[in-house]
């Protein structure tokens, strides 16, 4: 329509005698000459707004735009309603720069039925998967082969990298993840990458491919490198099973007989310190007692000295003592024993106790 007003003054008779071949606008083509040149300026201004108007876009909370003129980038754009001139002067390639995206290795997700949105990752549907045997399978740094599965997460770091560095991001960063964890699990034995090395590879794939997405100047950030399930082949699956289990028990028995040591050496410790504690408390009782009777038999030497006859008596009244507390005999002396009529302390027929020696009962 913006043609029409400008054809007819170079060819304007051409135009006239086509008009009878296009029933019905021979007469809107005369009404449009008959109001003169206010018409085509009208639509000619109302084409050009609608071509401005389609220069107007919105970037979401969490989005960039990127705008191209011919081609070049010549700014960037946030969240909100922005401006571009229409195409083809300049063009906006709007990037989700805030959303998580995944990758998976070794097997494919085939869908989910979660609130009708298939693929979802997100919410309590069902999930198939199906193993791509090609990606899955790799050899260890023994010459081993294990079934690895893996999920990368990543997000639009740059988006202009992003946009223009890289033909196909997503299949570049796919077949980097690829190399990325079979140079890891070439570089360990296969125990190692099926039992406590497994997050040691998980932590080097990682590593790995954020070095190879920035080499390639992708402008993609890796998030997370999670290993999803790491198996030795179907063929061999049974005997590696074996294998861990037999693993699993001398692990059991080792914890056991470490428990049992951490028992038994902390008894052992404390007996052997109650009888050191107590052979030293031994020593010292002996020591001191030795020492008071050195000192006593000193007094005593001194004592003499000065006083034997005294110093005599008093000795030998001391050992009667000590020597006769505890007899239950009378000893008399041999003068008078005669006349001393003996008394045997018996029970009383009637089986009461006799009386104290010196008494006699009516």
């Known amino acids: 329509m913006s043609e029409g007003p400008r054809r007819p003054r170079g060819n304007g008779g051409d135009f006239d005698q086509m008009l009878p071949d296009l029933p019905g606008l021979d007469e809107t083509w005369r009404r449009l000459r008959g109001a003169g040149p206010l018409v085509p300026a009208l639509i000619a201004g109302g084409l050009l707004a609608l071509w401005l108007a389609s220069g107007l876009y919105v970037v979401e909370p969490g989005e960039q735009g990127v705008v191209r003129r011919f081609g070049k980038e010549v700014a960037r754009t946030d969240q909100g309603l922005n401006f571009h001139w229409p195409a083809p002067i300049e063009q906006v390639d ?94 360990v034995t296969i125990d190692e990458v099926l039992t406590v090395g497994r997050l040691q590879v998980q932590d080097q794939t990682f590593e790995f491919l954020q070095r190879l997405m920035d080499i390639y100047e992708s402008g993609l950030q890796i998030t997370e490198v999670k290993l999803q399930t790491v198996d030795p082949p179907d063929q061999v699956k049974d005997a590696f099973a074996e294998v861990v289990r037999a693993r699993e028990d001398r692990e059991k028995l080792i914890n056991q007989a470490r428990g049992y040591r951490e028992d038994v050496l902390p008894k052992a410790r404390g007996e052997a310190a109650q009888v050191v504690r ?84 009516p």
């Open 278 to 361: 107590g052979s030293e408390a031994y020593r010292e009782e002996r020591i001191l007692r030795a020492q008071g009777d050195a000192a006593r038999f000193r007094a005593l030497a001194a004592a003499y000295r000065r006083a034997p006859d005294v110093t005599r008596d008093r000795l030998h009244l001391e050992t009667v003592e000590r020597v006769l507390a505890g007899s239950d005999k009378v000893l008399v002396d041999g003068s008078v024993s005669d006349g001393i009529l003996p008394f045997l302390p018996l029970r009383q027929v009637d089986g009461t106790a006799p009386s104290a020696p010196g008494k006699v009962e």
């Open 94 to 187: 709007i990037v989700n720069v805030e959303k998580v995206r995944r990758i998976e290795i070794g097997f494919r997700t085939l869908g989910s039925q979660v609130r009708g949105l298939p693929g979802s990752e997100r919410g309590g549907g069902s999930q198939r998967t199906h193993r791509v045997t090609d990606e899955s399978l790799m050899l260890t740094g023994d010459e081993n082969i294990v079934d690895a599965q893996m999920i990368v997460q990543y997000r639009v770091l740059d988006p202009s990298k992003y946009l223009f560095r890289l033909k196909d991001p997503e299949g570049v960063l796919h077949a980097a993840a690829e190399v990325a964890l079979r140079g890891t699990v070439g570089s």
